[in-house]
């Protein structure tokens, strides 16, 4: 049995049981031991899932596009931050930093980076990456640094925070019951037990849960306090600019409606397969669950953030101004043959509504100046966020 395994169960035999977010949460980020916490790389197609950044730099270029429109609408201040979430080693970054140099774009010279990263392997890659820029690449300040202009960037960060999975029971108070985590005594493998949740952790997932419709009996229903309280502080990380949210994700009663969802949505993945089986080997699978994204709004807006849209990574695509990068890649004087293959292939994954296209892209503005203001004005939409009036593919 893998150290970190052992670890949970001796929390277990303490407490009897743990919640699925605290087993989740040592399963992802124990310290040396969890699933984004060791030297192996998860994202990408050596890895365990494919996201937009690793498929093609092509949705980079589009966030290069609406990055520079914050930025011009914000007067070009001297300094403007990139602050991303789980920004991995980069690969989002990178594409967008590439995309500025190649353009020469002004903003390149005002660019600093700031970004939130568990993984303490992706972000010393990051670092060196960086460094190899000409002249070191932007300046990386820490996490924290008091706020300035910016533009705010979490690509499937937020389906990676630890969430409660709660199930129906009529008989239970509030007509739920928790689903936790225990020692099966015969079998001896990790299962599931129903219980009440801890009374602080039901403190805080009443509110949450508080414009529910009951759940059917035996539903499943995943409930993220972290993607609350994370959402909540987003407002205060730009004195102005842009919050840019991409995930897969659903309006919460979507999420709860028990003629599609009755299992919920949880999943663990392991080299490019999902499984629902959440409980095995902790620490060697990605635990995943949709983004509940009335839940994302409503805190990010009681942090302060002002919601722009709420689009996909299809429409986002096909109305960020991404024509002239399409155009390079087919037929600039680099292109290739090859080039142009990988840029149709990734478009047809990232443009499908069933599959990438249809991930959700949340857009907020933070501040009141008349600046931000101009990033909000519904009559001259940001790159990415008007409707589109045809397919990029
Ligand atoms: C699904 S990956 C996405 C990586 C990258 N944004 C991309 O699109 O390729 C999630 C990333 O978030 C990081 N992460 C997960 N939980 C985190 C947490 N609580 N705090 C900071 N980073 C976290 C992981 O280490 C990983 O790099």
Redesign the pocket.
């Known amino acids: 049995m893998e150290e970190l395994e052992r670890l949970i169960r001796e929390e277990i035999q303490r407490e009897g049981s743990v919640s699925f977010a605290r087993f989740m949460e040592r399963a992802?980020?124990e310290p040396g031991l969890g699933y984004?916490a060791t030297p192996q790389r998860?994202?990408g197609r050596s890895g365990d899932?494919m996201?937009?950044?690793?498929l093609h730099p092509i949705l980079g270029a589009a966030i290069a596009q609406l990055a520079t429109a914050t930025w011009e609408r914000l007067g070009r201040p001297a300094t403007f931050r990139w602050r991303e979430?789980?920004?991995?080693e980069g690969?989002?970054l990178l594409t967008v930093l590439d995309y500025l140099a190649r353009e020469r774009h002004p903003l390149l010279a005002a660019l600093e980076v700031s970004v939130?990263?568990?993984?303490p392997h992706?972000l010393a890659d990051l670092a060196a990456a960086l460094k190899q820029l000409p002249a070191g690449g932007p300046p990386l300040v820490a996490a924290g640094s008091p706020p300035i202009a910016g533009i705010v960037v979490a690509?499937?960060?937020a389906d990676?925070?630890p969430f409660h999975i709660v199930v129906g029971r009529a008989a239970s108070p509030g007509g739920f019951a928790e689903r936790r985590v225990t020692v099966d005594p015969v079998t001896n493998a990790l299962t599931w037990a129903e219980g009440a949740p801890d009374p602080r952790v039901a403190d805080r997932l009443a509110p949450l849960m508080a414009g529910w419709p009951p759940l059917t009996e035996g539903q499943l229903a995943e409930i993220s306090p972290a993607t609350a309280d994370w959402a909540a502080t987003l407002g205060a990380e730009l004195t102005e600019g842009v919050v840019l949210v991409l995930d897969y994700g659903r309006e919460g009663v979507d999420l709860r409606d028990p003629s599609s969802r009755m299992a919920g949505t949880a999943l663990a993945y392991q080299g490019h397969r999902a499984t629902a089986d959440l409980l095995s080997e902790p620490g060697s699978r990605d635990l995943t669950a949709h983004v509940d994204l009335t839940l994302l709004r409503t805190a990010a807006q009681a942090g302060g953030l002002r919601h722009v849209v709420s689009t996909n990574q299809a429409r986002f695509l096909a109305s960020a101004g991404v024509d002239s990068e399409v155009a390079r890649t087919r037929s600039g004087p680099e292109a290739t043959l090859e080039g142009a293959i990988a840029l149709r292939s990734a478009l047809a994954q990232l443009m499908d509504p069933r599959r990438m296209g249809g991930f959700a892209v949340e857009v907020f503005v933070a501040g009141r100046s008349p600046g931000a203001n101009a990033l909000a004005d519904s009559a001259s939409p940001l790159p990415g966020t008007a409707a589109p009036n045809r397919p990029l593919v």
């Not at 996201?51 to 690793?54: K, S």
């Open positions: 992802t980020l984004y998860r994202a899932f996201t937009a950044p690793e979430f789980g920004a991995g690969t989002l939130t990263e568990a993984n992706r690509n499937e960060f990676a925070l």
